[in-house]
Every structure is written in C-alpha cells, then in structure tokens.
C-alpha cells in the first residue's frame, strides 16, 4: 500500500479513535452534576475574563508555572457557544487532551505501526490513570501531555524523512512543543527526554538539533518576560524535605493510586471497586512491559521507540523519588501514559503467540469500559457529588436570599469553585489578603469597611465544633455565618487590608 492510498485509512482509525475517546468520556460529562476544583475554577474565572476582553494570560494567576493559554481560550469559546458551565470546562480541556492523544498514535503509526498503534491508543483511552485528569482544567497536565505528544509526532515526521520542504520549521515547532510541555509541566520532560534522545540521535542532523534549540529558545523568552509581569504568590514545595528511601518504599501504593485516578492534590478519593482491581491489573501489566523491555534490551532487540518510553517512563518515577511530603499523585500522569503505550505495543507484539495477550487486552478494555461507568460517581474533589452539587447551590441561595456578595472563606481553594460557580455574583476571599487575584480580597474587605453584609463560609468539616451550632449548613457539607465582626474574622486567621478610598473597589465597577 503506498502513502496515498493508507492516508484515507489513516484517517479513519484516528477518526474512530477520536469517537471512542469522546465515548469513554460522556458518562462523566452527561452525568449528574459536578463541582469544578480550586484549579478548574481558576482557570474557569480566566476565561471568563478572557471572553470579556481582559486577554488571555501566559501563566495561571498568581503562577509562574503553567501554560494556561490553550485551556483559558478553549474554554472561552465553550463558553460563549454553550455557556459558563463545569461541564464545558470539562469539554474544553479534554478536546486539547484527546488532540493530543491523536498525535500520539499518528506518530506510533510511523514509528511502530497501524496495529501497533491502534492498540496502544485504544489502552490510553480506556486507563482509569486518565479518565478524571483528562478532563481536568489545570494548565498543567492536559497542556503539557498535548505539547509532548505534539513534540513525539514531530519528532517522528524528522526522523521518517531525511530531506524535504518544511524541515526547518518542523524542527522549530518540535523545539517549541518541548518547551511549552516544560512550562506546563517540567514533569512532562522526563517522559520527552529519553524518547527524544533515542529516536533523535541518528535521525536529526545538526541544523535539525539547532533550528529545535531556536523553537525552545523562543518559547522561553517568552515565558521569562510574562514570568517578569507575574506576581509569583503560589509554588508548590516539590522538592523541599525529601526523603528517597520513604518515597520509594510508598512508590507501588503511589503508582496504584495514579492508576486508579481517584485523588486531589496530595490525598487519594474513594475510588470503584472496579476501578481498583483494573488499577491494580494495570500495575501489572507495567511491570510486566517494562520486564519485556529489559529483556529484549538485553538481547539487543528492543527498539529506541519502546527504549525511550521505557526510560521515560523510569526517568518521571526517579523524579518523584525526590519529593517529600508534598507528593500529589497527578506528578505520575507522565508514567501513567507511558505504561500505557508501553503494555500496549507489547501486547500488539505477542498477539498472534497464545491467547494470553488477547485475553489480557481484551480485559483491560471491558475494565476500563466499566470503569468509566464507574467514575460518573467520583468526585476528584474526594467528596460526594452530588452533596457537593446541592450544598454548594443551596449555599448560593442562602447569599442571595440574605443579599451577601461579598464572603471571607476557610478553604483557599473553595474560593475560587464559590466565585466560578456563581458566576462572581459573590466575591470569596482567603486569609491572605493578597492572594493570586489581590482585587478579589481587596473587594470584600472594602465590603466588610463599608458595612456591606459579608459572611463566613467554608466546608463543614473545617468548622470548630462550638460554632456549629450557631451557623447554618447545607447539606452537611458547607455552612455560613453572615455577618461576623472584624474582631471574629481576625480571630479565624484573616488579615484584613485597609480599604482604599471610596470609589475604588466598591460594588459600582461589578466583578474585579
């Protein structure tokens, strides 16, 4: 078959592809209703600005990490179409994701194979290590899996052809694709890195390597000027306190858990009994691809494209070996890709010797298929959804009824789920008054001076045990306090700012 005539088959198995990833997908997305994270939110309120004409910011607010463009102007657009919703957040982040997972099996295509890449696509549609972070608003992980995958097709395209019109410019976008995956998420690099070394090293010649070092240099650039004009008021302590031998006794439990795709931030959420015994299937299955690896390694077949995946794959574990106690399971989603790939080129290649790998294909496939039905009942927030749903609406209509827009909350990171959920007809602030957005503080404080009615809210389980009978809650998950004096709030942690003068930072001028 010649290039031309496998073009239209070409198509048509990523096209089918691209309708299987949306299908494993629409039990969560057309499920009842969810709450946006902190981080969703976040980017949730950037786009909303974004479609108000307030431009679409390099980096995440109050971030020097993060490429937040691609997700701030997808989601904009969802949301003029189909209005400000989770759902759309959701829609929005996963199309940049799916994209990526379609560069992904276009570049296995060529390096491996149809077949072989039919399967490893179909694997990575169906892992439950990415049924939630696919779809997850964070300017992090979904951005930086699509900038890696990007950077592997074109990294696969240099090394099929030796000459050819466009050289030059594809290896400028490759060198551009890295970098943009290394601001999103340096941890992305580690999986890119190895691959990149291995496929590259025979294929790029000199003027390749330098017209990619351009690509990287100017996306660096301009990541270094936006850094200079952004406000760095959160970083997390990756590296600070680590303890390797800890971390690599925990590395199995850890890796179990990235698996299952049940967790925020540093704790593991309540995952399905299916989803479990499939992640637990899914550790497995790694162990045994990388035992593959290694042997094929040692007789001298294995092939720099599993070569590069399976070091990838080892480089993002050591990686996370150095993080202390602030380990959040989503540092593995580059691993979690990678074993994916890696367990499904392995079973394309022992297809056709027993039926144990067809059998343990097909296994993870209606794993993952009932996984997926599965996760229309998790929470990556770790709580009930639909208490979160109703709490959080009856929580609204409580403000609304008392005429409250203006709320000082316990939980950092509710503030921003309050705000997006609300649309920002109430204003939450945090203990610290100046925060990633210091308008939104500066707003409720100028409330609070100005004897506005405020409230104090939160989560119920945040609450002191001697004010829980004086505040009112809703549905045992959020509760509020109107009306809490200066001293009270001060008392609670807050710092509260001085009030500019009158006319700055009243209600008059809307959302900040």
Known sequence: MTRDEAKPRAALQLG???????????????????????????????????????????????????????EVTLAAAGFWGFGMSPAVLHAAAFLLWSAGALFLVAALRRLAGARPALIAGVLLAVCPGWFAASRKAWATNVTGFFFTQLATWLLAALAETPGGRGRA??????????GLAFWANPFWLTALAPLALLLGWRALRAGDVLAAE???????????????????YWAPPLFASPDPVAALRLLPERFWVAMTGTYYLTER????????L???????????????????????????????????LAANLACTLAIGGQFAHRYLLPSVACAAVLVGLGLAAALGRGRAAAAAGALLVLGGAWSALEFRRVSPLGYDVQENVSGMRDLLAFLEHERIHDVYCLDPMLQWTIMFTSGENVIARWADPVDRRPDY??????ALAHHERIA?????????????????????????????????????????????????????????
């Open 278 to 312: 499939l992640a637990a299937g899914w550790v497995l299955a790694t162990v045994w691809a990388l035992a593959r690896c290694l042997r094929l390694a040692l007789r001298r077949q294995l092939s720099r494209l599993e070569g590069g995946l399976a070091l990838g």
């Open 16 to 70: 089918l592809l691209l309708a299987g990833l949306w299908l494993t997908r629409l039990p969560q997305l057309v499920s009842s209703p969810f709450l946006p994270d902190g981080d969703e939110a976040l980017i949730g309120l950037m786009a909303k600005h974004a479609l108000a004409g307030q431009g679409i910011p390099f980096f995440p607010w109050g971030q020097r990490y993060g490429f937040a463009a691609p």
């Open 214 to 232: 351009l690509g990287a240099v100017a996306v660096t650039a301009a990541a270094i000027i936006a850094r200079s004009a952004t406000p760095g």
């Open 441 to 446: 503080p500066r707003r409720v404080d100028c």
């Open 169 to 178: 410019a594809r290896a400028i976008a490759l060198g551009a694709a890295a």
């Open 456 to 512: 104090l809210v939160g989560r119920v389980a945040s609450l002191p045990a001697e004010m829980r009978p004086r505040v009112a809650v809703f549905d045992g998950q959020f509760f509020a306090l109107p009306d809490v004096p200066e001293a009270g709030l001060t008392q609670a942690g807050f710092r509260i700012e001085p009030c500019p003068s009158a006319g700055g930072a009243g209600r008059a001028g809307g959302s900040p």
């Open 269 to 276: 959420a309540p995952s399905g009994p299916v989803t479990a």
